[in-house]
């Protein structure tokens, strides 16, 4: 019998692409013949040196309601809660921000949502951990030398972002989400932010303003904004070049790499939604061969 997968992942959150990616790849598990179960992520409510035996984890999920409410999944996706029993011999997928191993799993994979250590400062890993990586600007071949294993999620939200309006627009927005720590580059003041407004809203401004600017080189809101027909403007971090940004050139369609990239990512605009469509059905087919590359691991 194949071994399940337990995601471990914060609620599910709209404004959250972590958790977003997270919940997804629990689904498309769950729709590839394997099960998958999300564990509820809980930081602060881990004491590394209290044995882990399945009493404890039943208390540790307790505590996290108590301390955050229901745990929130969403109703289109295929995402059961895991028990403790669940976990025994499982195989566990934490992202890369993920501390140590918090569940004391033995067959642990390591999913590279963003640079390790960006978040953290800290790279805490175990030797035989398998790595996957959400892009190869994620990747680190010091810790993953195999540049094949790809695993990417996507929920292309077209429903929601598509351009409405054909006529004049005015105004700013900006994104600042992983970017919030940045100085500010334009004028703030006037300009709407984004982050904190549901997908609608943002999706309303988005058809709205002329320019849209984000702090956070690597949000799909940056493509969101495109779709809705702004000029969709990522501000580089120190030292970032096209290449180093999203080596693929399709990676960078209707978004442009600072103001001098705008004429090409107006241009390239019409490609954007196509080439997502064309991620969406390929991140399928990553997760196929992240379970074939799991169950070659660790034993089937």
Not at 124 to 136: L, M, P, T
């Amino acid at each position: 019998m194949a071994r399940n997968f337990i995601i471990y992942a914060n609620s599910f959150d709209e404004n959250s692409g972590g958790a977003l990616v997270l919940h997804r790849l629990c689904d498309l598990l769950n729709r590839s013949d394997v099960k998958a179960f999300l564990w509820p992520s809980m930081h602060g409510l881990f004491d590394p040196w209290r044995p882990l035996n399945s009493l404890h984890r039943l208390r540790m999920q307790r505590r996290w309601h108590r301390k955050h409410g229901e745990y929130k999944t969403f109703p289109q996706f295929l995402t059961p809660i895991a028990t403790p029993e669940d976990i025994e011999n499982a195989i566990v997928i934490y992202p890369e921000v993920v501390d140590g191993n918090p569940l004391r799993a033995k067959h642990v994979v390591r999913w590279l949502l963003h640079k390790p250590g960006h978040h953290t400062g800290r790279i805490n890993y175990g030797r035989n951990d398998k790595f996957f990586f959400f892009q190869d600007a994620f990747n680190d071949p010091s810790l993953n030398p195999d540049s094949g294993n790809l695993l990417r999620t996507v929920f292309v939200r077209d429903d929601i972002y598509h351009q409405t309006n054909f006529g004049p627009r005015e105004g700013v927005c900006h994104i600042l989400r992983k970017g919030a720590h940045r100085p500010m580059a334009h004028d703030a003041v006037r300009s709407i932010l984004i982050d904190g407004l549901s997908h609608r809203e943002a999706a309303e401004v988005f058809n709205r303003v002329q320019t849209c600017i984000s702090y956070d080189p690597y949000t799909m809101y940056s493509q969101f904004a495109a779709l809705c027909g702004c000029d969709s403007i990522v501000l580089p971090e120190d030292g970032m070049t096209l290449d180093s940004w999203y080596p693929d050139e399709r990676d960078r369609y209707g978004v442009a790499l600072g103001w001098d990239n705008l004429e090409a990512a107006r241009r390239s605009a019409p490609l954007l939604l196509a080439h997502l469509k064309q991620q969406e059905q390929a991140a399928n087919q990553s997760v196929h061969q992240f379970i074939e590359k799991c169950q070659s691991y660790f034993g089937a």
